[in-house]
C-alpha cells in the first residue's frame, strides 16, 4: 500500500511569504503529526492530530505556524510571514491510535519538504 | 525538562557489531524508541522498549534500564547499508506522550 506522502518535496520561497505544506497519511490512520527538523538534528515535534482535531499544538514555534485537518486524512501546514530560521526539512508521520504506556503504534514517515526561506 | 543524549557519530567496520547508546532524563517516561533515518530519507521505526530488557529482531537489538534512564541499539553483523543516522527518541508524560528526540549518531561503515 501506498505511504505517507508529502508535497512539495522542496519549496523555495523569500522571507516575508505565505507556505503551505501538505501531508497525505497512510489510510486508516487516524494519528497525524508534524516535525520540524534541521540539519544535524532529530526531528522537533509541532503538532499531532487523533482525527480532525489538534489533540496537541504544543510544539508549535510561534503563531504564524498553523495546520488543519478539515476530514481527518490529509493535513496542511501553514506558516505565515516566512523567517529565514524557518529553514528546515518539514516531515509529516502517521499511525493508528497511539495508547498510553506500552501500548505503541510506531510511527510511519513521509519522505519530508525542504522549506528554504531566503 | 526532558533530554536525550546520544554519541553523535560511530565508526565501525563491516561485519562488526557496534553498540549505540542513549540516557535520558524525563519527567514520567513511558518507553524508548529507535529510528533509522539515511540521509535524504525519512526515519524508519526499529524498535521500542517499555519494559526492562533486551529486544531482538533479526540483526538489531535494543536494551533498555529504566532504572539507570539508559538504552542501547546493538546493530551485529553490520552491513554497508547500515550507514545512517540512528536515533532515540523517548515517550514522556512531561511531553504530553509525544516523542521527544535525541539528535542521532551517525554510523559510519567502513569496509
Known amino acids: 500500500g501506498a505511504g505517507v506522502s508529502q508535497t512539495p518535496s522542496n519549496k523555495v520561497t523569500e522571507k516575508g511569504k505565505y507556505v503551505e505544506l501538505r501531508c497525505d497519511p497512510i489510510?486508516?490512520?487516524?494519528?497525524l503529526y508534524w516535525y520540524r527538523q534541521s540539519l544535524g538534528q532529530g526531528p522537533e515535534f509541532l503538532i499531532y492530530?487523533?482525527?480532525?482535531?489538534?489533540?496537541?499544538d504544543s510544539g508549535l514555534p510561534n503563531d504564524r505556524f498553523f495546520a488543519v485537518r478539515p476530514e481527518g486524512s490529509v493535513s496542511t501546514l501553514k506558516i505565515q510571514r516566512t523567517e529565514r530560521g524557518d529553514s528546515a526539512v518539514y516531515l509529516c508521520a502517521s499511525s493508528l491510535r497511539p495508547g498510553l504506556a506500552g501500548n505503541y503504534n510506531e510511527q510511519f514517515f513521509g519522505p519530508g519538504t525542504r522549506l528554504t526561506v531566503l | 525538562g526532558q533530554s536525550l543524549e546520544q554519541p553523535s557519530e560511530v565508526t565501525a567496520v563491516e561485519g562488526a557489531i557496534v553498540q549505540i547508546n542513549c540516557t535520558y532524563q524525563?519527567?514520567?517516561?513511558?518507553?524508548l524508541s529507535w529510528y533509522q533515518q539515511h540521509d535524504g530519507g525519512a526515519p524508519t521505526f526499529l524498535s521500542y522498549n517499555a519494559l526492562d530488557g533486551l529486544e531482538e529482531t533479526g540483526r538489531f537489538s535494543s536494551f533498555l534500564s529504566r532504572s539507570d534512564s539508559y538504552g542501547y541499539l546493538l546493530l551485529q553483523e553490520l552491513q554497508m547499508k547500515d550507514s545512517a543516522s540512528y536515533f532515540c527518541a523517548v515517550r514522556d508524560r512531561g511531553s504530553n506522550y509525544q516523542l521527544i528526540w535525541g539528535a542521532g549518531t551517525k554510523l559510519i561503515i567502513k569496509p
Open positions: 524525563t519527567s514520567g517516561f513511558y518507553g
Open positions: 489510510s486508516g490512520h487516524t494519528a
Open positions: 492530530f487523533q482525527g480532525t482535531g489538534a489533540a496537541d
